[in-house]
T-cell receptor, first 111, second 117 residues
Framework: GEDVEQSLFLSVREGDSSVINCTYT??????LYWYKQEPGAGLQLLTY?????DMKQDQRLTVLLNKKDKHLSLRIADTQTGDSAIYFC???????????FGSGTRLSIRP | DTGVSQDPRHKITKRGQNVTFRCDPI?????LYWYRQTLGQGPEFLTY????????KSRLLSDRFSAERPKGSFSTLEIQRTEQGDSAMYLC???????????????FGAGSRLTVL
């Protein structure tokens, strides 16, 4: 079936690292994505990873993919107040072009 | 071309009325998607087009919903006989262009928020 699961909330202290986790069900997924949505704004692509990769790093963002466990994570180093948002994990199936999103993880930053 | 444009940004209507939303994708993108997002949820896939062809439609989409992309450029999403349960943000996204990033990622518009009274 088509399902992407995320925890609903994460609270971290400013300056710490944030790790947002996601699990998905389709082992044939080709691309996995992280999108960010700030209040009142549209979805903004943060990064994506192809399924033959284990890790991808882009400045403060590190994506880890464990295909065996169908687990994806997003690590944000040195979390800032501007990182407060909802983060969506998404996957793209190999057999279709639609992209399926999780319910999102709300990241809040405490001083 | 600065991105995906959606119009209107907000629509308030009475139950039973018809509404239409328009999406203008990034000009070189050949794929266009419609999603619906309700409070506290992720975007829910509705339908998508490759050029003017509608290739997939969600089973969740009732017959009151119809989407078109007549010339393979802009798209419209019409909801007939609106119900209160249709209240949501309707998101459009486009995909395509050259290079791996353009071909494999969705660029979203700001959305059209529908409130059905």
């Amino acid at each position: 079936g088509e399902d992407v699961e995320q925890s609903l909330f994460l609270s971290v202290r400013e300056g710490d690292s944030s790790v947002i986790n996601c699990t998905y069900t389709d082992s044939s997924s080709t691309y996995l994505y992280w999108y960010k949505q700030e209040p009142g704004a549209g979805l903004q692509l943060l990064t994506y990873i192809f399924s033959n990769m284990d890790m991808k790093q882009d400045q403060r963002l590190t994506v880890l993919l464990n295909k065996k466990d169908k687990h994806l994570s997003l690590r944000i180093a040195d979390t800032q107040t501007g990182d407060s948002a909802i983060y969506f994990c998404a996957e793209r199936y190999s057999s279709a072009s639609k992209i399926i999103f999780g319910s999102g993880t709300r990241l809040s930053i405490r001083p | 071309d600065t991105g995906v444009s959606q119009d209107p940004r907000h629509k308030i209507t009475k139950r039973g009325q018809n509404v239409t939303f328009r999406c203008d994708p990034i000009s070189e993108h050949n794929r266009l998607y419609w999603y619906r997002q309700t409070l506290g949820q992720g975007p829910e896939f509705l339908t998508y087009f490759q050029n003017e062809a509608q290739l997939e439609k969600s089973r969740l989409l009732s017959d009151r919903f119809s989407a078109e992309r007549p010339k393979g450029s802009f798209s419209t999403l019409e909801i007939q006989r609106t119900e209160q349960g249709d209240s949501a943000m309707y998101l459009c996204a486009s995909q395509g262009g050259t290079g791996s990033s353009g071909a494999n990622v969705l660029t979203f518009g700001a959305g059209s928020r529908l409130t059905v009274l």
